[in-house]
């Protein structure tokens, strides 16, 4: 079709003279840069203020921009088609390659699209032209845009073409001018294919490694695509990064988007530059006619939104030409207009006409305001002048870029903001500040004593906020401190998406969040920890076990009072019995032993004992009835003696098994209740960890806040509560009624640390004045004036668990005490034996007799008795000397002496 179009212009214009204009144009990506240069051609050929007995013949060669060599040839064929002005290329590779191939001809070029700023150099373009503004122009706009929002520390991204190199060593030059850090520069190649792609990947890691938030890409709008899906894979996509982009992709959208929603997606936020070439005018009446044309000879036309700026250059470029050349005819006559008709290609001298440099030198010399871009005039270089800029942004709400502000070389940058759509959806842009001090930062948090405390005023302090205050102090900021509606730290409720205190920060509602915030690799990936403040681990919460300390008469609680009291009673019993039947019984006196021919009321009772004891008294009573009794009292003894040991082991056992809560292994038991809270780390680690998913059915209803954790477990509404270890403790040490413990095991170790947006520009600040904290010893005096365990850590400190598993001394403390005080006792009455002996003895001397009637009287190895006569006759069966006989009768004695 766009051949017969080019017939037909040459059929109207047979009687006029002909002026060849040549078009380099890649219509496989740019085809709508050919369609509004023909369209500028049938303007000027319909124009008679203009080249007037001059009809301009379109000649156009295709070419492919990555194939420098072709684009070579073309434009040698162009040159000997007899062209006197070429117009294109779309990219500044293939303008170079172009501009090397007319070198010799001095045939000029004018570009709508390349932007290179090697493009400037006139020692090799001597003849190049553009209608576009070059990079080094650009490069001032995005700086001047960065600077607006503070954004001086950002890394670049570029194609290897002569488009991204050129550009991004004009942006470098303006950064390090402005004094600004360029964290890190990466090239990938401008062709799409997988090797592409894998080059992109390792692109967007080594940004992501060097911290940058910001990231500039001076690439054409395909090679972008392939850098951000790169980037979405690496996590340098979407809320916390902000990609700032040259007109090689905000002019060419339709090369940026494939028609996916995820594709839109990942431009969404995307601020940059692109040519001035919004609706004025002219451009409504240029739009209208293209939406008008016949699309049988213009395929392309009739959507008017998918022409872009470089199209509207495009046909300002064929007018810049027209203007150019009509300005010769008008100087020099028509002679000036002459085609090379010697070969061109392959040729090692390269014709040159006088003609040449004049229709250069017109063209630099324009400078008219009817150009659809605005006013058209050139410097020295052949760059352009009074360039103006739009400032556009990426919006959620349509497929294209949207004007949000502009930019001129007078007035600078400006940006209405409520028109910019910023990625991750949050209201605000990023901040690019790097200094803490005078800044002013809103923090989030939950009330988790502690960590954060509401106090008894209404305001809220704690471990975590004395922290901040005296990070605060110290880095010279302001904080705002409120507390979270969603009281929760964070779980992922989808891929990558947050609630909580970590979803606050995540979506930059606020700038830090601070609390007992346990790192994890999840959240590691959605925020940016600062160092860690404190090593924490994960425990579970119990009540204490039942049971009595033991004392000094534990021994005695294996029985009850009334077994107690039955064997004493018992005792008494059988020792009035036993003394009964061995005085009196007539079966006693024939047989009875030495042992037992003195036995006595009072000797009864200790024969007894030794009975219950299970020693035995050394022979058995000597009555049939005594003896009866005796092996009864055995039989019973035997009994309460083995039902006595078997109910102390009981009691051992019993209270070793109320110690059963206290390991891992102990929780799976049948009929164990767990919780812990919803979306924490424990619960997540019991989730990853294939050993312990068992428990996860056990867990009963998961709460949203630990303090109701602990109210149940309280309550016994659950036998244990999972949750972090410091957090326990002190709720074990600060419980109303101390009736709460923690378990001795502990497992996954982690640690507590405060949050900013990831990729904070504050994060290094922040790490540094925190590890001084660490280092100057701040942490550890705060941490030891709020994580004291409370008052009960006397009895419910780290040892209230540890029940014995074997008798302590506590348990017979009592028998020992009853040993000691019998050879007390002992020793008294031996004293007060020895005594009496010493007192008889000497009775005896003194007198020479004993006592009349009572007392017994020792003459050596003989006995006697007192006779009424008054004489000493020998006593065969003497009976044992009665001492309190003799006692009483001293005492008789002293008192008649008295």
């Known amino acids: 079709m766009l051949a017969l179009l080019v017939l037909n212009m040459l059929l109207a214009h047979a009687m006029s003279k002909d002026i060849r204009i040549g078009g380099l144009f890649d219509n496989s990506r740019f085809e709508r840069d050919e369609v509004a240069f023909l369209v500028a051609i049938e303007e000027i050929n319909a124009d008679p203020t203009i080249l007037a007995n001059h009809t ?23 040159a000997e088609d007899g062209v006197s002005i070429v117009v294109g290329t779309p990219t500044s590779s293939s303008s170079i390659a172009a501009s090397h191939a007319l070198s010799g001809t001095k045939i000029p070029m004018i570009s709508n699209a390349a932007t290179s700023p090697m493009l400037s150099n006139k020692g090799l373009y001597p003849d190049f032209i553009r209608v576009v503004p070059p990079d080094s122009q650009q490069s001032q706009v995005l700086t001047d845009l960065m600077e607006r929002f503070g954004w001086t520390r950002f890394a670049v ?37 997988v090797d592409t792609y894998q080059q992109a990947l390792k ?86 006619r293209w939406e008008n044309l016949d699309k049988a000879q213009y395929p392309t036309a009739g959507e008017p939104e998918q022409v872009n700026v470089f199209s509207i250059l495009n046909y300002d470029a064929a007018w810049t030409a027209a203007l150019a050349l009509d300005a010769a005819i008008l100087e020099h006559g028509e002679n000036i207009i002459q085609p090379i008709t010697e070969p061109v290609c392959g040729s090692l001298n390269t014709p040159e006409l006088p003609n040449h440099a004049i229709l250069k030198e017109k063209i630099l010399g324009l400078d008219y305001d009817t150009a659809l871009t605005g006013r058209i005039a050139f410097d020295e270089l052949g760059d352009r002048l009074h360039q103006h800029y739009e400032i556009v942004n990426f919006p959620r709400a349509v497929d294209s870029f949207t004007t949000v502000g502009d930019w001129s070389l007078s007035d600078g ?9 910023w990625a991750g959806g949050v209201a605000s842009p990023p ?32 471990y975590c906020v004395d922290i901040m205050n005296q990070l605060a102090s110290t880095e010279g900021f302001t904080y705002e401190l409120i507390e979270s509606d969603d009281p929760v730290y964070g779980a992922e409720i989808s891929p990558g998406i947050f609630n909580g ?56 609680e294996v029985f009850d009072d009334e077994i107690w009291w039955a064997i004493l009673f018992m005792l008494v019993a059988f020792s009035l019995s036993i003394w ?38 050394g022979a058995l009573p000597s009555s049939h009835a005594g003896r009866l009794l005796h092996a009864s009292f055995g039989v019973v003894a035997l009994i309460l003696m083995a039902i006595y040991e078997g109910n102390l082991t009981a009691s051992l056992a019993k209270q070793s098994l109320s110690k059963t809560l206290d390991t891992l292994a102990d929780l799976t038991t049948d009929g164990i209740t767990l919780t812990t809270v919803d979306g924490s780390a424990p619960l997540a680690y019991l989730a990853n960890t294939p050993s312990l998913r068992g428990l996860i059915p056990k867990l009963n209803n998961l709460v949203n806040r630990s303090q109701t954790g602990y109210a149940q477990v309280n309550s016994g509404e659950i036998d244990a509560f999972i949750f972090d270890r410091p957090l326990l403790e002190y709720a074990a040490g600060n419980d109303a009624s101390c009736s709460l413990r923690v378990a001795s095991e502990e497992f996954q170790e982690a640690s507590y640390a405060f949050a900013l947006q990831e990729g904070s520009i504050y994060s290094t600040k922040f790490a540094q004045a925190m590890l001084r904290l660490q280092e100057d010893g701040t942490l550890e005096a705060l941490s030891s004036r709020w994580l004291g365990l409370g008052p009960c850590v006397e009895e419910a400190g780290a040892d209230v668990s540890e029940i014995p598993q074997t008798v302590t001394i506590n348990y017979v403390a009592g028998l020992f005490y009853i040993i000691a005080g019998t050879i007390i006792a002992v020793t008294i009455y031996a004293i007060l034996y020895t005594y009496l002996c010493k007192l008889e003895a000497k009775h005896v001397t003194k007198t020479g007799y004993t006592p009349s009637g009572r007392g017994v009287e020792r003459h050596k190895s003989k006995h006697f008795i007192l006779g009424s006569n008054g004489e000493l006759t020998e006593n065969h069966h003497p009976r044992r000397f009665n001492t309190m006989e003799l006692f009483e009768e001293s005492l008789d004695r002293t008192e008649s002496h008295v």
């Not at 431009?267 to 040519?275: C, D, E, K, Q, V």
């Open 501 to 556: 205190l970590i979803g606050q920060v995540q979506f930059r509602e606020v700038d830090a969040i601070i609390g007992a915030i346990t790192v994890t690799a999840a959240r590691v990936r959605a925020v940016t920890f600062m160092p860690s403040f404190m090593g924490v681990s994960t425990s579970f919460l119990t009540v204490k076990p039942d049971v009595q300390q033991p004392n000094a008469w534990s021994f005695l």
């Open 413 to 421: 940058v400006s940006v209405d903001l409520a028109l910019v759509s």
């Open 203 to 288: 692109a967007v890691r080594a940004i992501k490694d060097a911290g940058a938030r910001f990231i500039v890409l001076n690439c054409l709008g395909f090679t972008a695509a392939g850098i951000l899906k790169a980037a979405e894979q690496v996590g340098l996509l979407g809320l916390g990064h902000q990609y700032i982009v040259t007109d090689g992709i905000t002019a060419n959208e339709h090369m940026l988007l494939d028609g996916t929603i995820e594709a839109r997606a990942r431009a969404i936020g995307m601020l940059g530059s692109r040519p001035d070439a919004r609706p004025s005018p002219r451009i409504l009446a240029f739009l209208e």
């Open 431 to 462: 901040d690019g500040r790097v200094s803490l001090e005078g800044a002013h930062l809103k923090i989030s948090t939950i009330i988790e004593p502690p960590f954060v405390v509401r106090s008894s005023n209404g305001g809220i302090s704690g």
């Open 157 to 193: 991204i570029t194609s290897d073409d002569d488009y991204g190199v050129g550009g991004v060593q004009s942006l470098i030059d303006q950064a390090y001018v402005r004094d600004w850090s360029v964290l890190s520069v990466q090239r990938v190649p401008a062709a799409v294919t």
């Open 56 to 78: 301009l013949i379109p000649t156009i060669r295709e070419i492919d921009i990555g194939d420098a060599g072709g684009v070579m040839r073309q434009a040698c064929r162009l």
């Open 580 to 617: 009964i039947f061995e005085s009196y019984s007539p079966s006693a006196s024939s047989t009875r032993s030495e042992k037992w021919s003195n036995f006595g009321l009072l000797y009864a009772p200790f024969t007894t004992l030794l009975y219950f004891a299970g020693n035995g008294a």
